[in-house]
């Protein structure tokens, strides 16, 4: 739930960029199967399609937003259809044993309760903070675009329902995320190859 006009302002950002990505891929995807292809080159491609779609400052294709939708596709739509064999793709080992290999650290992530800090216990915490929107993507003001991954995070919040002292935050920078989401990738294709 949308609590401020900030959050509301961020998250019609991540749409944004999410749409412009979109768009930018569906246009730059005609361009390449056309018979106009050699015609322009991939600067001259955005700056035509940057104008065409009126954007005043600059966009970025691969977006923020876009990186957000990923982790939704990954972890709630993928939960659902490997629901069964989620220990299967998440291991049960802690993160101080193999968590650098996913992009997580313990320094990042906290539980109020003092869960062991699973791979499968952060990535379902992670999960269930984006089923309930309770995450936030944080962006120090005036960052150059060469420092956005790096220094740029989100923050997923998750708060157990059913007790509300049991709450979760982990804080990732898009670094992190990255190889969060590629290490989660290569684990659902190696389990889609095996089944």
Same mark, same amino acid.
């Given at each position: 739930?949308?609590?401020?006009?900030?959050?509301?302002?961020?998250?019609?950002?991540?749409? #944004?960029? =999410?749409? *412009? &990505?979109?768009?930018?891929?569906e246009?730059?995807?005609?361009? /390449?199967?056309?018979?106009? %292809?050699?015609?322009?080159?991939?600067?001259?491609?955005?700056?035509?399609?940057?104008?065409?779609?009126?954007?005043?400052? #600059?966009? =970025?294709? *691969? &977006?923020?937003?876009i990186?957000?939708?990923?982790?939704?596709? /990954?972890?709630l739509?993928? %939960?659902?259809?490997?629901?069964?064999?989620?220990?299967?793709?998440?291991?049960?080992?802690?993160?101080?044993?193999?968590?650098?290999?996913?992009?997580? &650290?313990?320094?990042?992530?906290?539980?109020?309760?003092?869960h062991?800090?699973?791979?499968?216990?952060?990535?379902?915490?992670?999960?269930?903070?984006?089923?309930?929107?309770?995450?936030?993507?944080?962006?120090?003001?005036?960052?150059?675009?060469?420092?956005?991954?790096?220094?740029?995070?989100?923050?997923?919040?998750?708060?157990?329902?059913?007790?509300?002292?049991?709450?979760?935050?982990?804080?990732?920078?898009?670094?992190q995320?990255?190889?969060?989401?590629?290490?989660?990738?290569?684990?659902?294709?190696?389990?889609?190859?095996e089944?």
């Amino acid at each position: 739930m949308i609590k401020n006009k900030e959050d509301e302002g961020n998250a019609v950002d991540y749409m #944004t960029g =999410v749409m *412009f &990505s979109i768009a930018f891929l569906e246009s730059i995807t005609n361009f /390449i199967f056309s018979k106009n %292809r050699d015609d322009l080159t991939v600067g001259q491609f955005y700056d035509e399609f940057s104008r065409k779609v009126k954007y005043r400052r #600059t966009r =970025v294709p *691969f &977006s923020l937003g876009i990186i957000l939708g990923e982790l939704y596709v /990954i972890l709630l739509w993928g %939960r659902e259809n490997w629901k069964g064999n989620w220990n299967e793709i998440f291991p049960t080992d802690e993160i101080k044993e193999i968590g650098e290999q996913w992009g997580l &650290s313990e320094k990042h992530i906290s539980s109020s309760k003092g869960h062991s800090l699973s791979i499968e216990y952060v990535m379902r915490r992670i999960r269930n903070a984006l089923a309930h929107a309770h995450v936030k993507i944080i962006v120090p003001k005036d960052i150059k675009k060469k420092d956005m991954f790096k220094m740029s995070k989100i923050e997923f919040r998750d708060v157990d329902l059913r007790d509300k002292s049991d709450t979760f935050i982990a804080i990732l920078t898009f670094e992190q995320v990255f190889k969060l989401i590629k290490k989660t990738q290569s684990k659902i294709h190696k389990y889609v190859r095996e089944k």
